[in-house]
């Protein structure tokens, strides 16, 4: 069983940055796959960024390319989004997620444990 806790969602005007952290529980952080994913109201949950056990395979979606930095640290059993030049379309809640049976993956079905998210907000 993992746990996932994420924060540092808010309030910011376009152009401004926010940095979210997901924290896991449990032994398998390590062995474990990892992804962001976001869901506006009234819209499906969106892939955002994911990346592998080790940091060295990453995939990001391409409206944030340029913007968004996903990365972890295994030893603190965490893993970041930076989120560079915020724009009113990047207001959504912010789920991390949690898998091993892949390197990296873009769809939410195949990742096994969520957090609670997170809330962004951009005003523009």
């Known amino acids: 069983q993992v746990q996932l806790v994420e924060s540092g969602g808010g309030l910011v005007q376009a152009g401004g940055s926010l940095r979210l952290s997901c924290v896991a529980s449990g032994r398998t952080f390590s062995s474990s796959a990892m992804g962001w994913f976001r869901q506006a109201p009234g819209k499906e949950r969106e892939f955002v960024a994911t990346?592998?056990?080790?940091?060295?395979?990453?995939y990001q979606t391409d409206s944030v390319k340029g913007r968004f930095t996903i990365s972890r640290d295994n030893a603190k059993n965490t893993v970041y989004l930076q989120m560079d030049s915020l724009q009113p379309e990047d207001t959504a809640d912010y789920y991390c997620a949690a898998g091993s049976r892949f390197l990296i993956a873009r769809s939410p079905d195949q990742y096994d444990y969520w957090g609670q998210g997170t809330q962004v907000t951009v005003s523009s």
């Open positions: 990346i592998s056990r080790t940091g060295a395979s990453i």
